[in-house]
């Protein structure tokens, strides 16, 4: 997967949390500062207006719906937890 290749309202298979697999659907994509990435998200990035993946996600076992609260990665981050899931490492 590519940084291209997410898209807002996908499902995307993540890396499993607490032993669980857990499901991410987009639901917006957006350009913050870096400043702001590292304050809100705690993560440093050399990229001046990195992309923000904002998502909700649930675990596969459960049908239980979507969790409430919306989560964000920097999309590089999003990536490479699906990443990790499609390639098992």
């Given amino acids: 997967?590519?940084?291209g290749a997410v898209k807002v309202?996908?499902?995307?298979s993540m890396t499993s949390v607490?032993?669980?697999h857990t499901i991410a659907r987009v639901t917006?994509?957006?350009?913050?500062?870096?400043?702001?990435?590292?304050?809100?998200?705690?993560?440093?990035?050399?990229?001046l207006n990195p992309i923000?993946?904002?998502f909700v996600w649930r675990h596969a076992a459960y049908p239980t719906?979507?969790?409430t609260r919306r989560q964000q990665l920097l999309l590089d981050d999003f990536?490479?937890?699906?990443?990790k899931e499609?390639?098992?490492t």
């Avoid at 309202?9 to 995307?12: E, L």
């Avoid at 400043?35 to 050399?46: D, H, K, P, Q």
């Avoid at 990536?79 to 990443?83: G, I, K, M, R, T």
């Fill in 1 to 3: 997967m590519n940084r």
């Fill in 9 to 12: 309202d996908h499902c995307y």
């Fill in 18 to 20: 607490n032993g669980r």
């Fill in 28 to 47: 917006k994509l957006f350009r913050i500062t870096a400043m702001a990435a590292y304050e809100e998200i705690g993560t440093e990035t050399l990229e």
């Fill in 52 to 54: 923000v993946v904002q």
């Fill in 65 to 67: 719906g979507w969790s």
């Fill in 79 to 83: 990536v490479s937890a699906a990443l």
């Fill in 86 to 88: 499609i390639t098992g």
